[in-house]
């Protein structure tokens, strides 16, 4: 969904926790989110999405072949020029039982339990050909984001209630080389520049630059992603691809980050890549021990070592995934690490086509998550509870099992496990606002399920349920014991 946001990491953790952690030391008051009131916020929200499902289901009647012509298009020339229209609307609600372990009043300074969130995005794209098959490219957007209904988990509403945000998203035009260079792939060269996010890999290092929530709205959708500027040059011929770019964030923080580098990959035929990449942070308002000016090197790859292999049929769609960074600070700090490993295998000719995977991801205390963001459930949001609202990624360890299945063609349904524990709890201590010390490194395990249901081209509909148990340092940080129950019922239309 690219509708995840990855720098509210850096405004919940260091920027606003004012904002975040109110009443500490006030009475809590006793809440108590029974079974009725789970289902009465579930009955809620499977009418919300009922209603947007019959308001949106025309759209079905525009979606004919996969070819077929947006319906929002104004203009249409030759050479694939085009004008056009577009939108994209999300609606989500959410409903939980016991949050923060039952002391969600204590922890935020209200009680969250059920809140919704929405986004309207409108706007025009358009591209113009040129000799030699050139192209000029350009896009403009806005984002009207809402949060209603209650305080959201991450309690960024606390102190405004009710919120509605009206903000440019996209503001971008590029240009690409066509046939301009005879001897290399067309559009061999692509630049552009504007409010855009710059993107790399699975988005383990780099998705977001922008950040929703608090004033802005829809912490959970986010739609704000665009840097505030971003000059980003692409090349790319044969396997062989490299990127520069320059960017300053549009963070909440305001901190006038700012991130420059390369990044280099070569894609081997059928069975996997390996790149990565060399980046310059630099920040006017560093929060200690994490955001400080510093260069980054990332070194990343997958590999189907038996993709291409005739006699060993069953181990084709084996496949091993890795990320290593390496944060190098000034001033003397603490470098900072952050890595994963995966592997995962799906049998292809059963039905439902089950695929398992198992990973293993590790940040130390001093990483700095930087602007990592959504690419699929469970990456980088490593749950929907804690990866969503209480634990980003640093300080953190986390092993991951997935078992995804395709029921049909439109459906696909994902479950998975997460067992979470800390670096350093005295770190952790250090660097959150904790009901009392945290002595203990085993945090959290928690389960989800996620279906996804592609009713046509243009409308999706998302069902999540998740639910976390809490290990002796989820119960020194938060006060409370209680297992955390959350459920989001989801849609999004897309022209």
């Given at each position: 969904m690219e509708s995840r946001q990855a720098m509210n990491n850096f405004n919940n953790k260091f920027g606003n926790q004012d904002d975040l952690v109110t009443g500490l030391t006030t009475t809590p008051k006793k809440e108590d989110p029974s079974l009725n009131v789970l289902l009465k916020n579930f009955g809620k929200a499977a009418l919300a999405t009922v209603f947007l499902l019959a308001s949106l289901l025309a759209a079905d009647s525009l979606a004919t072949e996969t070819d077929a012509a947006n319906p929002l298009r104004l203009y249409q020339g030759e050479g694939d020029r085009y004008l056009q229209a577009t939108l994209q609307a999300d609606l989500a609600v959410f409903a939980q039982g016991h949050s923060y372990f039952g002391n969600s009043r204590e922890v935020l300074g209200k009680t969250s339990d059920s809140w919704g969130e929405s986004l309207l995005r409108p706007g025009i794209e358009g591209r113009y050909t040129l000799p030699r098959y050139q192209k000029m490219y350009g896009r403009l957007d806005a984002v009207q984001a809402n949060t209603f209904g209650g305080i959201d988990a991450g309690g960024t509403n606390v102190a405004l209630g009710d919120v509605s945000n009206l903000r440019l998203q996209n503001a971008a035009v590029g240009w690409r080389s066509g046939t301009l260079f005879r001897t290399l792939d067309e559009d061999f060269l692509d630049i552009s520049f504007g409010r855009q996010p710059y993107s790399v890999g699975n988005k383990f290092l780099f998705s977001s630059q922008g950040g929703g929530g608090y004033d802005r709205a829809a912490y959970y959708l986010g739609g704000r992603r665009a840097a505030e500027y971003a000059g980003i040059v692409r090349m790319k011929?044969?396997?062989?691809?490299?990127?520069?770019?320059?960017?300053?964030?549009?963070?909440?923080?305001?901190?006038?980050?700012?991130?420059?580098?390369?990044?280099?990959?070569?894609?081997?035929?059928?069975?996997?890549?390996?790149?990565?990449?060399?980046?310059?942070?630099?920040?006017?308002?560093?929060?200690?021990?994490?955001?400080?000016?510093?260069?980054?090197?990332?070194?990343?790859?997958?590999?189907?070592?038996?993709?291409?292999?005739?006699?060993?049929?069953?181990?084709?769609?084996?496949?091993?995934?890795?990320?290593?960074?390496?944060?190098?600070?000034?001033?003397?700090?603490?470098?900072?690490?952050?890595?994963?490993?995966?592997?995962?295998?799906?049998?292809?000719?059963?039905?439902?086509?089950?695929?398992?995977?198992?990973?293993?991801?590790?940040?130390?205390?001093?990483?700095?998550?930087?602007?990592?963001?959504?690419?699929d459930w469970g990456s980088w949001f490593q749950g929907e509870i804690l990866g969503e609202y209480v634990l980003w990624n640093s300080n953190l360890h986390a092993n991951m099992l997935r078992l995804k299945v395709q029921p049909f063609e439109p459906l696909t349904v994902s479950l998975f496990y997460f067992h979470f524990t800390l670096d350093d709890a005295a770190a952790f201590t250090r660097d959150n606002m904790t009901i009392s010390p945290v002595t203990s490194t085993d945090y959290t395990d928690e389960l989800n399920l996620a279906i996804d249901w592609a009713v046509n081209p243009h409308l999706t509909l998302s069902l999540v349920g998740a639910y976390a148990l809490p290990d002796e340092g989820a119960v020194q940080h938060t006060g409370g014991n209680e297992n955390w129950s959350y459920m989001m019922l989801a849609g999004c239309v897309k022209f």
């Open positions: 011929t044969g396997g062989w691809g490299t990127d520069l770019f320059y960017l300053k964030t549009d963070d909440r923080a305001n901190s006038n980050t700012r991130a420059g580098g390369t990044t280099l990959e070569y894609a081997f035929e059928k069975m996997g890549t390996v790149g990565g990449g060399i980046y310059a942070i630099k920040t006017d308002k560093p929060a200690r021990p994490v955001r400080e000016p510093m260069t980054a090197f990332d070194f990343r790859g997958s590999l189907q070592p038996f993709a291409q292999s005739a006699g060993l049929a069953a181990l084709h769609p084996l496949k091993f995934e890795a990320e290593y960074v390496y944060e190098d600070k000034e001033d003397g700090l603490p470098a900072g690490k952050g890595w994963y490993l995966a592997a995962s295998y799906q049998w292809r000719e059963i039905p439902c086509k089950p695929e398992l995977t198992y990973r293993y991801a590790s940040f130390d205390a001093q990483y700095d998550t930087l602007f990592y963001g959504f690419s």
